[in-house]
């Protein structure tokens, strides 16, 4: 009874809340008073009224939401039918079952109603996932909307960051303007296809909109010089929406591509005639020209005003177009910079570099404004990271000994490179022709004395200039440090080089001939590989003390030694093949008792004496006087030892035959004396006459063979008995005949006989050291 009663006052209080009736007194309703008539019919009224209210806002509510209740409706009654179809289904398998049926068959039938039930609710779950997928795409397409939608309102910054958020919930990644990323796969989900191609359609439609906002509010007007930054107040909204979307990078990048040519380039190309102005800024313009001043004076220091004007137009990146962020400057000056930094160092830096030894202090002063330049850079948040040693500009400068080294060893490269390829080694002919008449200047001037030789010879300029850039070169590096120190004697070393490697080829074709130009280059190899040898004893006393151990030229007197010497010896084998040609001609010298034989011996003998002739014109003012000698000596012995041969295997001898040889052989040594007597001594040819014995043994010695020709034009005129007395006394010995070659000039001249074999018995009987055995 009790609890009906708390129920019922709990229903009155309810009633008295919804419609609002309350005590006249207090404000309360009492629930165990009695109501009147009047109150009761009050009461109904109100309900009335009230149910009418709830009835017409339902009535709005389910009208203004049909397609939702009407889908809601639907999906229940679907719900319902299916439960319903399920109910059915198992009511079977609740209900007792009657005598009739049989369990087998219900059993049979529960794994597919189990195997139904899972399917439907895999169903839901699919659906469920689909309304998911749905209800997130549908916001993403939200997103890029409101994204398009505030960019063109004019919040560019809030619509990047909803591109932003929107990427990343789409999974773009990459460049995202890439095409490659723009390519479907075949296994993505088709929306999201769609969505992707809506975000980057979006993206492209930002990114020109942000693209033509910092175009028209930054203007690089190169046809009027002025750098224009309008609408500064949104410069930077546009910059940091040009961030969020990846996009300040490439802007920056064209950017500091116009500034560098249109103003970095006009100021490094002339300092001096490019002047700077900054119209005074205001809140939304600010204005930097800058035109050229013809005739204007120069400034007393170069690089003091390239710096300054540079550090103005900087200064002004910084406070109109990067805003005072330190990281959009320091983002445009990793674009800009190493660009500047490349044009200060090739226009200004490296041509600051020092020529010469002496400059290289100098430099200090160009190293200070570089360091001092580049600290105002880094204040200005235009450089990243500035070390202590600076950044490109300040570590070109500390390393001026280096950039000097570099430049002075190219210097010396170059130099020795174009006087070896450009001297003229036929101009020695004309030198040749001036010294023979006693007017060639420059000819005694290159007549040098070498080590150990009294005699001089001629060399040519190149050679001697070379040696002048070698000694220039090693002289600087006796005063500078060692690391410089060690680069200049390279440089000499491989100027020597050069020659070895260039002027062999360049002669390569009068190298093949007799020429003065081969006499000449023999000459300097000679002289390059004697100065070899002073050049340590000249410089290592004064050269750096940590390298002395590395100074080293004697491996290039060997190699010059070797190239004088095979020049030579080509020379040699040229004008031996040349004597033995004009030998040939005479045809062995035999028959010479004969007309034609006999001329063509003569024109033989002839060709020989003008051969060792030419040589010698060629040969004598041009080398040294031993090796000239020497070489001379050497064709002379092999010409006469041939001469002798070919008389001596004659098989047969009449007497106007060795009459005729006689004479050629005398002819021979009278119009080849006067070049014999020039290989002497001329102290020798000065106290002697022709005949002198001291001048006649030292040709014998220069020349061997010389003094067995003329035994054997002695021998034709001798008898057997003269032969024979002259072997047997030791003369034809000593002259170099053989026990053979004596035998066969009897045979040839004397016919068989009792005497001639008793001359023959006698010359095998006597035999000499060296001398071989005729039995």
Same mark, same amino acid.
């Given at each position: 009874?009790?609890? *009906?009663? !708390?129920?019922?006052?709990?229903?009155?209080?309810?009633?008295?809340?919804?419609?609002?009736?309350?005590?006249?007194?207090?404000?309360?309703?009492?629930?165990?008073?009695?109501?009147?008539?009047?109150?009761?019919?009050?009461?109904?009224?109100?309900?009335?009224?009230?149910?009418?209210?709830?009835?017409?806002?339902?009535?709005?509510?389910?009208?203004?939401?049909?397609?939702?209740?009407?889908?809601?409706?639907?999906?229940?009654?679907?719900?319902?039918?299916?439960?319903?179809?399920?109910?059915?289904?198992?009511?079977?398998?609740?209900?007792?079952?009657?005598?009739?049926?049989?369990?087998?068959?219900?059993?049979?039938?529960?794994?597919?109603?189990?195997?139904?039930?899972?399917?439907?609710?895999?169903?839901?779950?699919?659906?469920?996932?689909?309304?998911?997928?749905?209800? %997130?795409?549908?916001?993403?397409?939200?997103?890029?909307?409101?994204?398009?939608?505030?960019?063109?309102? !004019?919040?560019?910054?809030?619509?990047?960051?909803?591109? /932003?958020?929107?990427?990343?919930?789409?999974?773009?990644?990459?460049?995202?303007?890439?095409?490659?990323?723009?390519?479907?796969?075949?296994?993505?989900?088709?929306?999201?296809?769609?969505?992707?191609?809506?975000?980057?359609?979006?993206?492209?439609?930002?990114?020109?909109?942000?693209?033509?906002?910092?175009?028209?509010?930054?203007?690089?007007?190169?046809?009027?010089?002025?750098?224009?930054?309008?609408?500064?107040?949104?410069?930077?909204?546009?910059?940091? *929406?040009?961030?969020?979307?990846?996009?300040?990078?490439?802007?920056?990048?064209?950017?500091?591509?116009?500034?560098?040519?249109?103003?970095?380039?006009?100021?490094?190309?002339?300092?001096?005639?490019? +002047?700077?102005? +900054?119209?005074?800024?205001? *809140?939304?313009?600010?204005?930097?020209?800058?035109?050229?001043?013809?005739?204007?004076?120069?400034?007393?220091?170069?690089?003091?005003?390239?710096?300054?004007?540079?550090?103005?137009?900087?200064?002004?990146?910084?406070?109109?177009?990067?805003?005072?962020?330190?990281?959009?400057?320091?983002?445009?000056?990793?674009?800009?910079?190493?660009?500047?930094?490349?044009?200060?160092?090739?226009?200004?830096?490296?041509?600051?570099?020092?020529?010469?030894?002496?400059?290289?202090?100098?430099?200090?002063?160009?190293?200070?404004?570089?360091?001092?330049?580049?600290?105002?850079?880094?204040?200005?948040?235009?450089?990243?990271?500035?070390?202590?040693?600076?950044?490109?500009?300040?570590?070109? *400068?500390?390393?001026?000994?280096?950039?000097?080294?570099?430049?002075?060893?190219?210097?010396?490269?170059?130099?020795?490179?174009? $006087?070896?390829?450009?001297?003229?080694?036929?101009?020695?002919?004309?030198?040749?022709?001036?010294?023979?008449?006693?007017?060639?200047?420059?000819?005694?001037?290159?007549? /040098?004395? $070498?080590?150990?030789?009294?005699?001089?010879?001629?060399?040519?300029?190149?050679?001697?200039?070379?040696?002048?850039?070698?000694?220039?070169?090693?002289?600087?590096?006796?005063?500078?440090?060692?690391?410089?120190?060690?680069?200049?004697?390279?440089?000499?070393?491989?100027?020597?080089?050069?020659?070895?490697? /260039?002027?062999?080829?360049?002669?390569?074709?009068?190298?093949?001939?007799?020429?003065?130009?081969?006499?000449?280059?023999?000459?300097?190899?000679?002289?390059?590989?004697?100065?070899? $040898?002073?050049?340590?004893?000249?410089?290592?006393?004064?050269?750096?003390?940590?390298?002395?151990?590395?100074?080293?030229?004697?491996?290039?007197?060997?190699?010059?030694?070797?190239?004088?010497? %095979?020049?030579?010896?080509?020379?040699?084998?040229?004008?031996?093949?040349?004597?033995?040609?004009?030998?040939?001609?005479?045809?062995?010298?035999? %028959?010479?008792?004969?007309?034609?034989?006999?001329?063509?011996?003569? $024109?033989?003998?002839?060709?020989?004496?003008?051969?060792?002739?030419?040589? #010698?014109?060629?040969?004598?003012?041009?080398?040294?006087?031993?090796?000239?000698?020497?070489?001379?000596?050497?064709?002379?012995?092999?010409?006469?030892?041939?001469?002798?041969?070919?008389?001596?295997?004659?098989?047969?001898?009449?007497?106007?035959?060795?009459?005729?040889?006689?004479?050629?052989?005398?002819?021979?040594?009278?119009?080849?004396?006067?070049?014999?007597?020039?290989?002497?001594?001329?102290?020798?040819?000065?106290?002697?006459?022709?005949?002198?014995?001291?001048?006649?043994?030292?040709?014998?010695?220069?020349?061997?063979?010389?003094?067995?020709?003329?035994?054997?034009? +002695?021998?034709?005129?001798?008898?057997?008995?003269?032969?024979?007395?002259?072997?047997?006394?030791?003369?034809?010995?000593?002259?170099?005949?053989?026990?053979?070659?004596?035998?066969?000039?009897?045979?040839?001249?004397?016919?068989?006989?009792?005497? #001639?074999?008793?001359?023959?018995?006698?010359?095998?009987?006597?035999?000499?050291?060296?001398?071989?055995?005729?039995?």
């Amino acid at each position: 009874m009790a609890d *009906a009663e !708390g129920t019922k006052a709990e229903l009155v209080n309810e009633l008295v809340h919804v419609l609002g009736v309350q005590s006249k007194d207090a404000g309360s309703w009492d629930a165990s008073a009695l109501l009147s008539a009047s109150e009761l019919r009050a009461l109904v009224n109100r309900m009335q009224l009230r149910s009418e209210q709830v009835k017409d806002r339902v009535g709005r509510c389910v009208l203004s939401q049909k397609s939702e209740f009407s889908s809601l409706i639907g999906s229940a009654s679907a719900s319902l039918n299916h439960f319903s179809q399920i109910s059915q289904n198992l009511e079977p398998f609740l209900t007792p079952s009657s005598p009739s049926q049989d369990p087998s068959a219900l059993c049979s039938e529960l794994p597919a109603l189990v195997d139904q039930t899972r399917q439907t609710n895999r169903e839901i779950r699919e659906k469920r996932e689909a309304i998911q997928v749905v209800e %997130r795409i549908t916001h993403l397409h939200e997103i890029l909307k409101s994204a398009s939608f505030q960019c063109s309102e !004019g919040k560019i910054v809030e619509a990047a960051q909803v591109l /932003i958020d929107a990427q990343q919930e789409l999974g773009v990644s990459g460049k995202f303007l890439d095409e490659t990323h723009g390519e479907a796969e075949e296994d993505d989900f088709q929306p999201y296809v769609l969505l992707r191609q809506l975000w980057r359609g979006t993206y492209s439609e930002i990114s020109a909109h942000l693209e033509e906002l910092f175009s028209s509010t930054v203007m690089i007007d190169a046809n009027n010089s002025r750098l224009h930054v309008s609408n500064r107040s949104h410069l930077s909204a546009v910059l940091m *929406a040009m961030e969020r979307i990846g996009l300040l990078e490439s802007t920056f990048a064209k950017l500091a591509d116009g500034i560098m040519k249109a103003i970095v380039n006009a100021i490094l190309r002339d300092p001096l005639r490019v +002047e700077l102005s +900054e119209a005074t800024p205001t *809140a939304e313009e600010a204005i930097l020209s800058w035109e050229e001043i013809f005739n204007k004076e120069g400034d007393t220091t170069l690089l003091v005003t390239v710096y300054t004007k540079l550090l103005k137009v900087v200064n002004f990146l910084w406070l109109h177009i990067s805003c005072n962020n330190d990281l959009w400057m320091n983002e445009l000056g990793r674009y800009l910079w190493p660009r500047m930094a490349d044009s200060i160092i090739s226009s200004y830096l490296s041509k600051a570099v020092p020529n010469e030894v002496s400059e290289v202090a100098k430099f200090q002063e160009s190293a200070d404004l570089t360091i001092q330049f580049e600290r105002s850079l880094n204040e200005l948040h235009f450089l990243n990271d500035l070390s202590a040693s600076g950044d490109k500009l300040g570590k070109f *400068a500390s390393e001026v000994e280096v950039h000097f080294v570099s430049k002075k060893k190219s210097r010396i490269m170059k130099r020795a490179r174009r $006087l070896l390829v450009r001297y003229d080694f036929g101009s020695l002919y004309d030198d040749f022709k001036e010294s023979s008449i006693g007017s060639d200047k420059n000819g005694e001037q290159n007549r /040098i004395e $070498l080590l150990f030789q009294e005699e001089k010879c001629l060399i040519s300029h190149a050679a001697k200039e070379l040696m002048e850039i070698v000694h220039s070169a090693l002289a600087d590096a006796c005063v500078v440090a060692a690391k410089i120190s060690f680069e200049l004697y390279h440089a000499a070393r491989d100027a020597l080089l050069l020659y070895a490697a /260039i002027v062999p080829v360049k002669l390569a074709k009068e190298l093949n001939k007799l020429s003065l130009e081969a006499a000449v280059h023999h000459n300097d190899c000679l002289y390059l590989a004697h100065e070899c $040898l002073v050049l340590k004893h000249q410089y290592l006393g004064v050269f750096p003390s940590d390298l002395k151990q590395t100074f080293m030229f004697v491996d290039l007197f060997a190699l010059f030694q070797e190239m004088a010497d %095979r020049v030579l010896n080509q020379q040699l084998q040229l004008s031996l093949e040349n004597l033995n040609k004009a030998l040939d001609v005479g045809n062995g010298f035999s %028959r010479t008792h004969e007309i034609h034989p006999h001329e063509m011996a003569s $024109l033989s003998l002839d060709q020989v004496v003008m051969g060792l002739e030419k040589i #010698r014109m060629l040969w004598k003012p041009v080398m040294i006087g031993s090796i000239y000698v020497r070489s001379m000596g050497y064709l002379m012995t092999s010409i006469f030892g041939r001469l002798t041969s070919e008389i001596l295997d004659i098989r047969d001898l009449d007497q106007r035959e060795t009459e005729q040889l006689h004479e050629l052989i005398l002819s021979l040594d009278d119009r080849l004396l006067p070049l014999m007597l020039s290989l002497v001594d001329q102290r020798i040819k000065d106290t002697t006459s022709a005949e002198n014995i001291s001048a006649l043994s030292e040709i014998g010695r220069l020349v061997p063979t010389w003094c067995k020709l003329l035994r054997l034009a +002695e021998l034709l005129n001798m008898p057997s008995t003269s032969i024979v007395e002259a072997w047997e006394n030791g003369n034809l010995a000593l002259c170099g005949f053989t026990s053979i070659e004596v035998q066969n000039l009897l045979r040839a001249m004397f016919q068989d006989s009792e005497k #001639r074999k008793e001359s023959l018995r006698r010359i095998a009987a006597k035999n000499f050291p060296d001398c071989p055995i005729v039995v």
